[in-house]
């Protein structure tokens, strides 16, 4: 297979943008708020620049404590996040959200790193750094829906565990919609990028494999942490 990645020229990406401007101008001619939309369009722009300077020299520097500061970085803005549904209790929840995805989210990427991929050193920023993004954005996400339909279930004066139940099989309904899709409705990032690069399908998928694992187990254990250690801060948050 052709192992090299096909360059996209700036004058070539610029083609991309004709169907960006023809829904903008909907936006226009059906007289709604385009500022919104052109604002995301532009912050897209600059993050994603912004980050392709940023990671080329982390790439560059392979040194583990610029990583560490990135992963840590990279878990307080997942934490944080994944409480903006319950912004009254975010505080108070800040850390269990914190040490529920360092023990469900950061100990796996730990275990694909090292005991997976068995790279060398181990904390090569080309896999450290997606992985890790993977894996915090998803467990932000179930950590956000459970909490979500937590307080939910809890203000319809739901038992404690059965409220629970049902938030934590709530919050990983993305994940096992995904499992169940994987290969046949779509093929995933990460799966996609290695084909286009050159890689064989086959590997291709052995990797997307791990990676749907990776997050199935991460989400499910954070979440499960997260409403077993909050449960009792939780409850008095509920009764105040």
């Known amino acids: 297979m052709n192992d090299s990645v096909q360059i996209i020229s700036l004058t070539s990406l610029a083609i ?9 101008l909907i936006y226009i ?8 939309a052109s604002y995301s369009i532009a912050r897209m722009l600059l993050q994603l620049t912004i980050i392709g300077y940023i990671l080329g020299f982390i790439f560059n520097a392979e040194n583990g404590w610029i990583l560490f500061g990135v992963l840590s970085v990279m878990l307080f803005a997942s934490s944080w996040i994944a409480l903006r549904t319950v912004k009254s209790a975010r505080v108070q929840l800040l850390g269990l959200s ?8 950061i100990s796996i990427l730990l275990l694909i790193l090292i005991g997976v991929l068995d790279l060398d050193p181990w904390y090569e ?4 750094i997606p992985l890790g993004g993977m894996i915090l954005a998803s467990a932000m996400n ?25 938030a934590f099989q ?10 169940f899709a994987v290969g046949l409705v779509t093929l995933p990032g990460m799966m996609t990028g290695q084909i286009l690069s050159g890689v064989d399908p086959l590997i291709a998928a052995r990797y997307q494999i791990m990676v749907m694992c990776m997050i199935f187990g991460a989400t499910g254990i954070t979440t499960a942490c997260f409403l077993l250690l909050s449960e009792r ?4 948050i509920h009764s105040q």
């Open 170 to 179: 709530a919050a990983l309904i993305p994940i096992v919609n995904s499992l």
């Open 125 to 128: 920023p080309r896999y450290m």
């Open 98 to 105: 914190i040490l529920s995805i360092l023990i469900g989210s």
């Open 233 to 236: 801060k939780i409850k008095k």
């Open 29 to 36: 001619k059906w007289a709604m708020d385009v500022k919104e």
């Open 16 to 24: 991309v943008f004709i169907p960006v401007f023809v829904v903008l």
């Open 142 to 166: 179930c950590i956000s829906l459970s909490i979500d339909r937590l307080f939910s279930e809890l203000k319809r004066n739901v038992p404690y565990s059965e409220a629970r139940n049902t």
